[in-house]
Structure formats: C-alpha cells, structure tokens
C-alpha cells in the first residue's frame, strides 16, 4: 500500500510591495501565509481614505491622527480605527489585542498588533511604528 505524501498547501499568496525580483525565476517575489497577511494589514493602516480609486472608503484616519497631540484620547483614536479597519476589511485576521506606546520625546506611537490568521493555528505579532512624515 502506497502511503500518500500530504503536501502542504499555501493558504495565502500575494506579491511583495517591494518587487524584488527572484534570482532563479526573475518573476516578482512573493510574500506567502503570514508574511502576505502581515504586508496586507501594514498596507491598510498606511493607507489614507480616498487613496485608492476605486475604494474610497478603504483606509484609516491614523496619519490625520498623528498631527493632534499625544494624550490618551489620541491613543484610543488610533485604537479604535485599528479595530475598525481590521475587522471590515483584513477577513484573514482574528484580532486578539492591540498594544499602543506612546513615545512622546520622539513624537511616535510603537504599535504591537496580536491577531491569529484563519487557518493558522499560531499566534502572530505585527509590529508598527507610526511617525509624522512630513511630504
């Protein structure tokens, strides 16, 4: 009786945003389960509202947010509208919690984002630092 090899299959594929190119293939390189879930939620929090054309509504508030001052009620802001973009528009992540530090001498807020991907049974850790960018 041949005994069947049981392959691992890929949950998740998406291209990476930095198009570096495979040294074998010379195709875009690809960011796979996790790692794709990671640059998708990344991808989201950086984005602004009416960015994307298509889309207006996908996006979060976070960079207006970066300009008010640092107090609790900005921390719970920028909470909040991590909580609401996760859930409406990541399906792939499970949010578990949302750690939020305000580094006031350097005008930044370090992010840690705990969250479970649907078909991975492991916890997982995003970590942001958002910071003024002036353009």
């Known amino acids: 009786m041949a005994i069947l090899k049981q392959k691992r299959s890929r949950i998740y594929k998406d ?36 960015e994307r054309p298509f889309n207006p509504l996908l996006g979060s508030e976070i960079y207006g947010l970066l300009f008010e001052p640092m107090n609790s009620f900005t921390t719970t802001a920028i909470e909040k509208s991590l909580e609401y973009l996760i859930q409406n528009y990541e399906k792939r992540a499970r949010l ?4 939020i530090k305000p ?33």
């Open 103 to 135: 580094l006031y001498d350097l005008n930044t807020y370090d992010i840690d984002i705990a969250f479970y991907i649907v078909g991975i049974n492991q916890p997982q850790t995003l970590e942001i630092k958002l910071e003024r960018k002036y353009f």
């Open 15 to 50: 291209f990476d945003l930095a198009f570096g190119n495979n040294a074998i293939t010379g195709d875009i390189n690809k960011k796979i389960d996790v790692n794709a879930v990671k640059q998708s939620l990344k991808t989201l929090v950086l984005t602004k509202p009416y």
């Open 96 to 99: 578990q919690n949302i750690d």
